[in-house]
């Protein structure tokens, strides 16, 4: 079987960091993707990871460790435009190659 | 600029209609993606397909069914729509290359309500 948990809601002020995990059991683990989503908007891509460790792209971070079967995005000097759902996504290669979703982190920036 | 493209972005239907909601790339790709996105559930994928005229099942397929004729088109289609089919349907696409081109592209999204 397959099962991604994200937390369902997270609120933070602007200037803030920001931490969403993602924890994931999942057969054929072939790395694992952020996207972001702001309402009524289709997903667009935050980052990918494959190797355990931190990827780093400006404001946005990305952590994986493959052994504990656990991601996360780290937000930094939060926008008011980083209020959006942040949905992690594990890549998987058992036969045919797809993308399975968590059900997304809705996060809030406020003033 | 990578795009892809649906149809439509609202429409309304009544139960029992064939609906069909259609998905355009210009990107090439191989690999299409039909999802539908629900408060709660997240994005669950419907259909996929790798290939012209190959298509696979996603985790749920019951009262959907897909064409892909050409390479840049996927088209969903609802034999019948009931009012549980209403949601929004995201299409993607993506390449057959290294894992990080398997990067999923996706569309706006169609907002399908069924009365």
């Known amino acids: 079987g397959q099962n991604i948990d994200q937390p369902t809601e997270m609120t933070a002020t602007e200037g803030a960091i920001v931490q969403i995990n993602c924890t994931y059991q999942?057969?054929?683990?072939?790395?694992l993707f952020w996207y972001q989503q702001h309402a009524g908007e289709a997903p667009t891509f935050l980052s990918y990871n494959v190797l355990d460790g931190l990827e780093e792209k400006g404001r946005f971070s990305s952590f994986l460790s493959r052994s504990k079967g656990y991601s996360y995005l780290l937000l930094k000097e939060l926008q008011m435009k980083d209020s959006a759902s942040y949905l992690c996504a594990v890549f998987m290669n058992t036969g045919f190659q797809k993308l399975v979703f968590g059900t997304g982190t809705r996060l809030l920036v406020s003033p | 600029d990578v795009k892809v493209t649906q149809s439509s972005r609202y429409l309304v239907k009544r139960t029992g209609e064939k609906v069909f909601l259609e998905c355009v790339q210009d990107?090439?790709?191989?690999?299409m993606f039909w999802y539908r996105q629900d408060p709660g559930l997240g994005l669950r994928l419907i259909y996929f397909s790798y290939d012209v005229k190959m298509k696979e099942k996603g985790d749920i397929p019951e009262g959907y069914s897909v064409s892909r004729e050409k390479k840049e088109r996927f088209s969903l289609i609802l034999e019948s729509a009931s009012t549980n089919q209403t949601s929004m349907y995201l299409c993607?696409?993506?390449?057959?290359?290294?894992?990080?081109?398997?990067?999923?592209?996706f569309g706006p999204g169609t907002r399908l309500t069924v009365l």
């Open positions: 999942t057969s054929g683990f072939n790395g």
């Open positions: 993607a696409s993506s390449s057959s290359g290294g894992a990080r081109s398997n990067e999923q592209f």
């Open positions: 990107m090439d790709h191989e690999n």
